[in-house]
Structure formats: structure tokens, C-alpha cells
């Protein structure tokens, strides 16, 4: 039972260029989510999915793209990258969104964009 | 809109208890999570509150008062390994029956010897 993973670990970019991270799951939960984190700003949300085939904008979604094609995939896509986006990425996944299901987080990637 | 607020930086000694506290401001509160970090990894759930109280899980516990808006965590019998950065989360109803976490920035606690 792997949990979270996301591949890659690190990349570097650079402005313009564009890049996919695979995030997968084997817990069988239907939420999924995608955050960054930077210094000084605490983990932010970007894009989440309730479903397979169902996406939702989070705070901070401008200049990404997923998708849920999968049940335990969720990507996210920078179609064109700027160096503000450099930052560490992490996804998460959950049975349900009340206060008492847990987001479980995979191991981040850290992208820097030059 | 969600406010979060908890304390940038706390130093203690090894062996001594810490509380770490929370404040938050929202609409739609549902719970409170912590959550660890240690450098360069992932946040990992320690606790959550649902209701007015303290939660014990061995040496930490997390106490909510949802009328004052306010959380803390206790961490007794500090470690050295129980240096990283502690998160505040508030669970909140955003909307077509569905709940968003929102985290605060963190504060990270170092041990010393």
C-alpha cells in the first residue's frame, strides 16, 4: 500500500515550457487535491476533484489545468511556465470532505522554473 | 473568506511541554485539523476537532473552543524529532454539499538540547 505518490521528485523548467505531474493514489478515494507551498504562505489550494471526470478551481488555479480520468490519477498541467510557479507541489487524497476525513499527502515535487 | 493565524517560530528545550495556538476566523466551520511537517516532507495528520474539548493522542493533545475561534496543540515530553513546523487547517462548507480545508502558514517549532 504505496498511499500518495507524485512523480517526478524535482524538475527544473524553464519559462514557457510546459510539463504534467502525475499524482496517484491506491486508497480508493474519491477526493483529490492539488496544493502549493511556498515560503511565508502556508500550503494553498490550486485545483481539487470530487470524482473521476469532475474538476473544481481552488484559491490560487490561474496558469494550471487537471484532469481526472482516473479514479486514483489526478494530474496537473502548466501549460506555460512562469517563474512565479516555481514551488513545491503536493497532492492529497481523502474519502470525504467533513471534519473527520483526513487528506493524506504524497511526498511533493519540488519545480523550479528559470 | 477563512483567517487563520498561529505563531511564525517557537523554540523549547527537549523534555519540556509546548503549546502551539490557533486562531481563526471563518464561515461555514465544520473542524480543525493539525498537521505535521518536517522539512522537505509531507504534512502528516496528527488530530482533529470536531467539537469543544481536548483530544488526547499520546504525547499530543489539540483543544478546540469553536465560540472563541480558537485551537491549540500540546506537545509534552518534547523531542528532538519533534522539531518541524506544526499546521493549523480549518474544514469549512464551501458549497454543493462539500467542505474545503484551509491551512494557515504554519509555525515552526525547533528543539534544543
Known amino acids: 500500500n504505496a498511499g500518495v505518490t507524485q512523480t517526478p521528485k524535482f524538475r527544473v523548467l524553464k519559462t514557457g515550457q510546459s510539463m504534467t505531474l502525475l499524482c496517484a493514489q491506491d486508497?480508493?478515494?474519491?477526493?483529490m487535491y492539488w496544493y502549493r507551498q511556498d515560503p511565508g504562505m502556508g500550503l494553498r489550494l490550486i485545483h481539487y476533484?470530487?470524482?473521476?471526470?469532475?474538476?473544481a478551481k481552488g484559491e490560487v488555479p490561474d496558469g494550471y489545468n487537471v484532469s481526472r480520468l482516473k479514479k486514483q490519477n489526478f494530474l496537473l498541467g502548466l501549460e506555460s511556465a512562469a517563474p512565479s510557479q516555481t514551488s513545491v507541489y503536493f497532492c492529497?487524497?481523502?474519502?470525504?470532505?467533513?471534519?473527520?476525513?483526513?487528506?493524506?499527502f504524497g511526498p511533493g515535487t519540488r519545480l523550479t522554473v528559470l | 473568506g477563512q483567517n487563520i493565524d498561529q505563531p511564525t517560530e517557537m523554540t523549547a528545550t527537549e523534555g519540556a511541554i509546548v503549546q502551539i495556538n490557533c486562531t481563526y476566523q471563518?464561515?461555514?466551520?465544520?473542524?480543525l485539523f493539525w498537521y505535521q511537517q518536517h522539512a522537505g516532507e509531507a504534512p502528516t495528520f496528527l488530530s482533529y476537532?470536531?467539537?469543544?474539548g481536548l483530544e488526547e493522542k499520546g504525547r499530543f493533545s489539540s483543544f478546540l473552543s469553536r465560540s472563541k475561534g480558537y485551537s491549540y496543540l500540546l506537545l509534552k515530553e518534547l523531542q528532538m524529532k519533534d522539531s518541524a513546523s506544526y499546521l493549523c487547517?480549518?474544514?469549512?462548507?464551501?458549497?454543493?454539499?462539500?467542505?474545503?480545508?484551509?491551512f494557515g502558514k504554519g509555525t515552526k517549532l525547533s528543539v534544543i538540547p
Open positions: 486508497m480508493n478515494h474519491e477526493y
Open positions: 487547517a480549518v474544514t469549512a462548507y464551501s458549497g454543493a454539499g462539500s467542505y474545503q480545508l484551509t
Open positions: 471563518t464561515s461555514g466551520f465544520n473542524g
Open positions: 476533484s470530487v470524482g473521476e471526470g469532475t474538476t
Open positions: 476537532n470536531v467539537l469543544d
Open positions: 492529497a487524497s481523502s474519502s470525504g470532505t467533513s471534519a473527520t476525513d483526513t487528506q493524506y
